[in-house]
């Protein structure tokens, strides 16, 4: 069982709001994801960092903004929700490599909906 | 482009039946491939991992193949149980970057019905 967590499970907002996905693990892990993944549909990665202080945008263009003052927490901040925003929201880590192999651990996600 | 095409694209069964799931890829340079079961309304969960050295990984009831050659792999769901019903992703990680990439297919949507 991964360590890794996600609040909330699911959120309704009203259009405008501000809002806060948290992500926490347990696991040390330096690197830390969060996708995007509609019903039905792939995951595609919205942000990333490498560890503490490191943040990047991933290939698909997102509103949203992260933060990784800690190793353990990857919050994700939308500053103004629109209907457009609703979605499922992964948070992921991953263990260093092992002989190429990639280790990545999924939260339960957070299910998005805006109003 | 990088890409993991998976078919098909949803799947019913009986249970008890066996069942074949496919992935295709393109990524490169290759460092693994693995498969995901997805419940509804849940982050994946791993099911198998394999390097390219690797041809076959089981997991209980469930078996993956890869053919690094061909770029395809396939996961093998033996005596299909109710609890199965889920979608199967199949991700692909590359070894040409720091980060690692993970590219995901679309996933199949498999369902069991008693």
């Known amino acids: 069982e991964a360590d890794i967590y996600q609040t909330p499970r699911y959120l309704v907002i009203g259009t405008g709001k501000k809002i806060t996905l948290e992500c926490s693990q347990t696991m040390g892990h330096d690197k830390m994801y969060w996708y995007q993944q509609d019903p039905g549909m792939e995951l595609h990665l919205i942000h990333y960092?490498?560890?503490?202080?490191?943040?990047e945008k991933g290939d698909l263009s997102s509103e949203s903004t992260v933060s990784r003052i800690r190793t353990e927490h990857f919050p994700l901040t939308l500053e103004s929700a629109r209907p457009s925003h609703t979605s499922q929201y992964l948070c992921a880590s991953s263990a260093p490599p092992d002989r190429g192999n990639v280790e990545a651990f999924f939260g339960q996600g957070t299910r998005l909906t805006v109003v | 482009k990088n890409q993991v095409e998976q078919s098909p694209q949803s799947l019913i069964i009986l249970e008890g039946k066996n069942c074949t799931l496919q992935?295709?890829?393109?990524?490169?340079?290759?460092?693994?491939l693995r498969w995901y079961k997805q419940d509804t309304g849940r982050g994946p969960v791993s099911l198998t991992i394999?390097?390219?050295?690797?041809n076959t990984k089981s997991n209980g009831r469930y078996t993956a193949t890869l053919d690094a050659d061909t770029k395809q792999s396939s996961l093998h769901i033996t005596a299909s149980q109710l609890s199965d019903s889920a979608s199967y992703i199949c991700v692909v990680s590359d070894r040409g970057s720091t980060l690692g990439r993970l590219y995901f297919g679309r996933g199949t949507q498999l369902t069991v019905w008693p």
């Open positions: 394999m390097t390219f050295s690797e």
């Open positions: 960092s490498y560890g503490v202080n490191s943040t």
């Open positions: 992935c295709n890829y393109t990524v490169s340079p290759f460092s693994n």
